[in-house]
């Protein structure tokens, strides 16, 4: 059983920086072929794919918000962490990790987190 | 970015009806494409990948066709566990787009 888990804050200033950690106890990034990515979702939208990391630390991002974003692994705690910018009201919603198995070819997302709802307000 | 755009936005069916949603890429994404259902409330839930392949564990009444630019998510013979919002999404290339979404609900 695969499981993934968001933690951050719920409530973030604009202009602040948002750090998410997404732990997912029973799966090695360092497998070949497994990654981690990172989508969101505004209230009531469609989703967004942000970014993913992949076992190798290989590094892809969402051209829109490169300039914002970062996300690194750490293997030894299974984590990954997503760091976004300048946040801004347009950027409240449900932030999602999700994992993409050694099993699955490309950017197939298989098992994902509960989300987790960051509302960014003054 | 590569664009894709699903229709119809909506779609009210009844249990038992076969519903058929469609999905199309801004230019071509060979089989590299995957579909989601979402309940509210809920993270998605991969349902197909690589345009036909059936996730384990999904009902046989879920089917996809179509590479290229082209693309159909087909379920036959609706089930009310099945009223949800469906979404399309390419792995063909970074950033790894989704659609806007199609929402199926009860007629």
């Known amino acids: 059983q695969i499981t993934l888990k968001e933690s951050g804050p719920t409530l973030v200033k604009p202009t602040q920086t948002l750090t998410l950690t997404c732990t997912f106890p029973?799966?090695?990034?360092?497998?070949?072929?497994?990654?981690v990515g990172w989508i969101r979702q505004p209230p009531g939208k469609a989703l967004e794919w942000l970014a993913a990391i992949y076992w190798n630390d290989d590094k892809h991002y969402s051209p829109s918000l490169k300039s914002r974003l970062s996300i690194t692994k750490d293997t030894s705690k299974n984590q990954v962490v997503l760091t976004m910018t300048n946040m801004d009201p347009v950027d409240t919603g449900t932030y999602y990790c999700a994992h993409r198995p050694h099993t699955l070819p490309r950017g197939y997302f298989q098992y994902w987190g509960q989300g987790t709802l960051v509302t960014v307000s003054s | 970015d590569i664009q894709m755009t699903q229709s119809p936005s909506s779609v009210s069916a009844s249990v038992g009806d076969r519903v058929t949603i469609t999905c199309r890429a801004s230019q071509g994404i060979s089989s590299w494409l995957a579909w989601y259902q979402q309940k509210p409330g809920t993270a998605p839930k991969l349902l197909i990948y690589s345009a036909s392949t059936l996730q384990s564990g999904v009902p046989s009444r879920f089917s996809g066709s179509g590479s290229g630019t082209d693309f159909t998510l087909t379920i036959s013979g609706l089930q009310p566990e099945d009223f949800a919002t469906y979404y399309c999404q390419q792995a063909d290339s970074f950033p790894a787009t989704f659609g806007q979404g199609t929402r199926l609900d009860n007629k």
């Open positions: 029973e799966f090695s990034l360092s497998t070949s072929n497994a990654a």
